[in-house]
T-cell receptor, first 116, second 112 residues
Framework: GAVVSQHPSWVICKSGTSVKIECRSL??????MFWYRQFPKQSLMLMAT?????????EQGVEKDKFLINHASLTLSTLTVTSAHPEDSSFYIC????????????FGPGTRLLVL | QKEVEQDPGPLSVPEGAIVSLNCTYS??????FMWYRQYSRKGPELLMY????GNKEDGRFTAQVDKSSKYISLFIRDSQPSDSATYLC????????????FGRGTSLIVHP
């Protein structure tokens, strides 16, 4: 099956620093990648849709200057949490839509961010 | 009312039981239906993907879609402790941007 990787899997940082999370589709091309945030025992909350070569589309209530998204190639999207604060601590998951199959999304393993 | 409703559980069953997980939805435009399994602290893993109404079987898993009732189900036969996870349903409407709407997930516990 399609594989999506995320790096890092765990990150602990001090308040005020920026953190970059990478999402890669390893064996398929993804014109669209999605970034989600998930709190404990809650469902996935879509933050933004990342399209290769164009600006990301952010969901209502998500600050685009706070969560910078770059989709530089058909296999890589990055999420940068700028000036992170403790309330940004969460589980961030990316997913990628296979260009070939269209509708199916494949998820990465997630990145756990803890801001001290 | 949310577009997709899913009972969060937890649902606790003995090993070997048949498990039924369900979601209801209100948007009649949903045409594509998926079930994901998510283990604790991991990303969701796609289990089943169906289009429109009908049944689809894959090993111990059967996905069922009843569009007339706006109701989808995932059945797990001969459940195992390793099936213990959160199961999320997801739906996509025809046309549009293909962004799925997720249920909140049902926590399943299969005890030996």
């Amino acid at each position: 099956g399609a594989v999506v990787s995320q790096h890092p899997s765990w990150v602990i940082c001090k308040s005020g620093t920026s953190v970059k999370i990478e999402c890669r589709s390893l064996d398929f091309q993804a014109t669209t990648m999605f970034w989600y945030r998930q709190f404990p025992k809650q469902s996935l909350m879509l933050m933004a849709t990342s399209n290769e070569g164009s600006k990301a589309t952010y969901e209502q209530g998500v600050e685009k200057d706070k969560f910078l998204i770059n989709h530089a190639s058909l296999t890589l999207s990055t999420l940068t949490v700028t000036s992170a604060h403790p309330e940004d601590s969460s589980f961030y998951i990316c997913s990628a839509r296979d260009r070939g199959t269209g509708r199916t999304q494949y998820f990465g393993p997630g990145t756990r961010l803890l801001v001290l | 009312q949310k577009e997709v409703e899913q009972d969060p559980g937890p649902l606790s069953v003995p090993e070997g039981a048949i498990v039924s997980l369900n979601c209801t939805y209100s948007n009649s435009a949903f045409q594509y239906f998926m079930w994901y399994r998510q283990y604790s602290r991991k990303g969701p893993e796609l289990l089943m993907y169906t289009y429109s109404s009908g049944n689809k079987e894959d090993g111990r898993f059967t996905a069922q879609v009843d569009k007339s009732s706006k109701y989808i189900s995932l059945f797990i036969r001969d459940s195992q402790p390793s099936d213990s996870a959160t199961y999320l349903c997801a739906m996509i409407p025809s046309g549009g941007s293909y962004i799925p709407t997720f249920g909140r997930g049902t926590s399943l516990i299969v005890h030996p």
